[in-house]
């Protein structure tokens, strides 16, 4: 069965070092590490790849990882699937949240070659880099750098430059972290939504926006669903609780960051004691293992106040909470969460609700 183009990310960032200008310049993405072959130096020519480098396409073909030197197994070992996973005509995102924008291009195969213009210019760029990154690995051996470059996606179109707010939340989500490169993860609205692949491809073929997707959506999940990231989620969930229950004089605070033992928000009464606290999850987790999260989140909590509550909230959790929740913990799934959002976003402005 042929295979089907995919959306996926590359990270093009070797060894630390930012090549997104040389990316669009040569219109070609590396995977950004050197599989090298355990062979003696001497005597081999840097533009005859084949001597001195495997080509990831052709793994169990003539190689495995343990044929690489060992610095790149791991680097190989997690990325062998996603590489064959890719075919011409799938979509790669290359993500500048610095700049605002991520690029998009169609793929039109995946190459191993030599480019002495791009290794030079590579090779410029660290150079250059030596006095802000501290960069002096050059050395003698080009292989450790040329290899960064030397095989990846040549694009089959011209990239876009596509600002992150076009960008829905399930899908911008997936590129954010210190993976060097990754598939992006499908729709977590429906079934009857488009896919990350349609999604995107929609999005690059289409012209510009100047408004954010967030207030052309009518339907208030599918807003939801494009706008929240984990951050926002938070102060979301945060702002929906102290709405909720203010009546009964709970004021709910975002405490969520590195370190938070799990928890990322708190609601308290005007005396100070503790009322409740929640973790937020955009994972589509099961409802059995929210309650065993929420299990774990009980034993941490130490109060005297028998009536506080721990909510456990997933928006991409859709499965119906039919079996029984232990006392005191409250499974919010993407139903329960919308009940709650429609019962007070009359109370507070929209987007001060999901923190922007």
């Known amino acids: 069965m042929d295979k089907k183009p995919i959306a996926f990310f590359v990270r093009c960032k070797p060894q630390g070092q930012d090549i997104i200008d040389l990316v669009l310049h040569y219109k070609m993405a590396p995977i950004g590490y050197p599989p090298l072959k355990n062979v003696d130096l001497k005597n081999i020519e840097i533009s005859n790849l084949n001597t001195w480098i495997f080509n990831v396409k052709k793994f169990n073909e003539e190689f495995t990882p343990k044929d690489c030197l060992k610095d790149w197994q791991r680097n190989f070992s997690l990325n062998k699937n996603i590489i064959n996973d890719v075919v011409p005509g799938s979509l790669i995102l290359i993500p500048r949240p ?25 090779r410029s760029l660290r150079e250059r880099n030596i006095k802000t990154h501290g960069d002096n690995c050059w050395g003698n051996d080009d292989r450790n750098h040329v290899g960064d470059i030397v ?13 992150f707010f076009e960008i829905p939340g399930w899908i911008r989500k997936s590129l954010f972290g210190r993976g060097t490169m990754g598939r992006i993860k499908n729709d977590a609205i429906g079934k009857d939504s488009k896919g990350a692949y349609d999604k995107l491809m929609q999005i690059y073929k289409s012209e510009r926006n100047s408004k954010m997707p967030l207030f052309e959506k009518e339907d208030d999940t599918e807003r939801l669903c494009d706008f929240l990231t984990p951050e926002s ?48 999850k955009l994972q589509g987790n099961k409802v059995k293992d929210l309650i065993e999260i929420g299990k774990k989140m009980k034993k941490k909590l130490s109060t005297e106040n028998k009536n506080s509550k721990i909510y456990v909230c997933d928006f991409y959790c859709r499965e119906s909470i039919d079996v029984e929740v232990p006392k005191g913990i409250d499974i919010l799934n993407q139903s329960k969460i919308m009940d709650i959002f429609r019962l ?13």
């Not at 095989?151 to 600002?163: A, D, L, N, R």
């Not at 102290?242 to 005007?270: A, I, P, T």
Request: charged share 25%; glycine share 12%; proline share 2%.
């Open 151 to 163: 095989q990846g996606w040549k694009f089959k179109t011209e990239p876009e430059e596509v600002p």
């Open 344 to 356: 007070v976003k009359n109370q507070s402005n929209y987007t001060d609700m999901i923190g922007l």
């Open 233 to 280: 989620f938070e102060h979301f969930i945060c702002n929906i609780l102290h709405l909720k229950n203010r009546k009964n004089g709970e004021f709910w605070w975002h405490v969520g960051g590195s370190g938070d033992g799990g928890v990322d928000c708190m609601g308290f009464d005007e005396n100070g004691r503790v009322m409740g606290i929640a973790q937020c």
């Open 98 to 122: 610095e700049r605002g924008v991520c690029y998009m291009a169609e793929v039109e195969k995946y190459i191993l070659e030599y480019n002495r213009e791009f290794h030079m210019d590579y």
